[in-house]
């Protein structure tokens, strides 16, 4: 219901109660797509970059090498905003997610390091990489959920969901006559994509759908329509991939009107679906953490984890 901006302006001393945190941060810099910058710091004054995780949070606002606080600061350093509202807030649980490459090779030291912090505050932590496609969601979206509680409140029973049988397929969720614009792609990119040069996805268990980051409209994938003519997705059609509603889609369009930035709030959310059955098994373990509940989110974008939350309740 409140929008705090932009986070790193934010101060955590002096924000209402809350109990429960979710969100994530922006994937970019850990995401095999993206530019696998990582968490990174500059020094204004010297130059000397430097990952914010690995400095003791005692120590973390200095330039390790000169002393100086002129830091420039990167995007997937909003891991260390989160790190700081936890620490300063102490909420009784919470839910983090990322992309898988975060616990790759080249970016499990951070993540590591920010389990190890996580754990020096007083939470116990659950982390699993999860697929979309086990939860009965048509897209592949393998990402890393992390499920944090205070270690007094933990009983030790939670477990992370189950695979649930797979009944829904891309075609349940596309719509039929759209506009002849969505089926303007260039030959060469369809001929890529029938040629498999770009990357394939089992959507359901009846087709294959296509994504590619070559593409004129972010995210916005494609899919074989009328008369199986290849098509990008609607943005409507990608809101429902997330396991938004059409409603969903509305008011966000009513917000965000333009076309490519849709695509791009989109693809940057998280499937409700599985945050849904990561809840459902939280409550089924600690029912007690969901008592006078008080949510805080953070880089979670349209409302993920705030719909996933009225689907338990």
Not at 120 to 139: I, M
Request: proline residues 3%; contains cysteine.
């Amino acid at each position: 219901s409140k929008n705090l901006g932009d986070i790193t302006k934010v101060d955590e001393t002096k924000l209402e109660e809350f109990n429960m945190i979710c969100g994530g941060s922006p994937c970019q810099d850990f995401s095999i797509g993206g530019k696998q910058k990582g968490s990174v710091w500059t020094c204004k004054e010297c130059g000397h970059e430097y990952n914010p995780i690995i400095q003791h949070f005692s120590k973390r606002d200095c330039c390790p090498k000169c002393g100086s606080k002129e830091l420039d600061k990167s995007r997937s350093s909003l891991l260390v905003e989160w790190l700081r509202i936890i620490k300063a807030n102490k909420p009784n649980f919470g839910i983090y997610e990322n992309v898988k490459n975060i616990v790759g090779i080249k970016h499990k030291e951070t993540f590591d390091l920010f389990i190890k912090e996580l754990q020096e505050y007083g939470y116990n932590t659950y982390w699993k990489v999860l697929k979309a496609s086990n939860f009965n969601v048509p897209q592949e979206r393998e990402r890393v959920y992390l499920f944090i509680v205070k270690k007094e409140l933990d009983n030790g029973l939670f477990k992370f969901p189950s695979e649930i049988i797979r009944t829904k397929s891309v075609y349940d969720l596309i719509d039929s006559n759209v506009s002849e614009s969505y089926y303007e792609i260039c030959p060469s990119m369809i001929k890529a994509i029938e040629q498999k040069k770009c990357k394939t996805i089992e959507f359901g268990g009846t087709s294959n759908t296509v994504t590619t980051k070559q593409n004129r409209w972010n995210n916005a994938g494609f899919v074989y329509g009328e008369n199986n003519r290849l098509r990008f997705f609607t943005e409507k059609e990608t809101f429902k991939l997330m396991g938004f509603s059409e409603e969903d889609y509305i008011n966000a369009s009513n917000i965000v009107p333009n076309k490519d930035k849709l695509y791009y709030v989109c693809g940057n959310s998280i499937v409700v679906d599985v945050l849904y059955y990561i809840l459902k098994e939280i409550y089924v373990a600690m029912p007690y953490l969901f008592d006078d509940l008080k949510l805080s989110s953070y880089f979670s974008g349209i409302g993920a984890f705030e719909k996933a939350l009225n689907w338990l309740y």
